[in-house]
């Protein structure tokens, strides 16, 4: 054996990882699933009876939660997909930047300033509306496979 140390580059993170698997015939309307890279909201769930060759088919078609497209997919219901862990957090609002980011306020009294304002024009709206009147708001933001999005608008009461 050699005395010397060996050193290793690692460039992962902490190993938690961003899906786990569930069987396809498991998945259920309104849960989450992965379907071409995209986290989505499954909102119809068909299944095909067991053909010649055997397997029954679960048909998903979902809705990708950040950029709300319509995808769709077809997997054996006997067959493991991939589901993203979704997180939804509440923060509240401190400031909007001119560049578009927000500034808000974490449970631990840290600021999270990563967050630019969301492409949805109602919710665009009456976040600055609200933010420009002076209310306490409290943003609910969406996390799944590394991306993360403003969904929702609470408002808390006047200042």
């Keep these: 054996m050699s005395d010397e140390e060996h050193h290793f580059e690692s460039k992962a993170d902490a190993g ?5 698997p569930q069987q396809a015939g498991t998945i259920r309307k309104n849960g989450y699933i992965v ?4 986290p989505c909201k499954v909102v119809e769930v068909s299944t095909s009876k067991t053909g010649k060759h055997g397997h029954a088919k679960c048909h ?3 809705i990708d939660i ?3 497209k319509k995808l769709e997919d077809i ?4 067959h493991n997909c991939d589901v993203p862990h979704v997180n939804r957090t509440d ?3 401190i400031d909007i930047a001119e560049d578009g ?4 306020l974490t449970d631990n009294g840290n600021t999270k300033d990563d967050l630019k304002l969301p492409t949805d024009e109602a919710l665009l709206a009456q976040i600055k509306d609200g933010f420009a009147e002076g209310k306490d708001l409290v943003v609910s933001v969406m996390s ?3 991306e993360e999005q403003i969904c929702a608008l609470k408002d808390i009461g006047p200042k």
């Design 16 to 20: 938690a990882s961003k899906t786990y």
């Design 101 to 104: 980011f927000l500034s808000l």
């Design 35 to 38: 379907i071409k890279g995209r």
């Design 75 to 78: 997997v054996p219901s006997s």
């Design 60 to 62: 998903f078609v979902a």
């Design 91 to 93: 923060y509240q609002l």
């Design 66 to 68: 950040f950029t709300a």
């Design 144 to 146: 799944a496979m590394g």
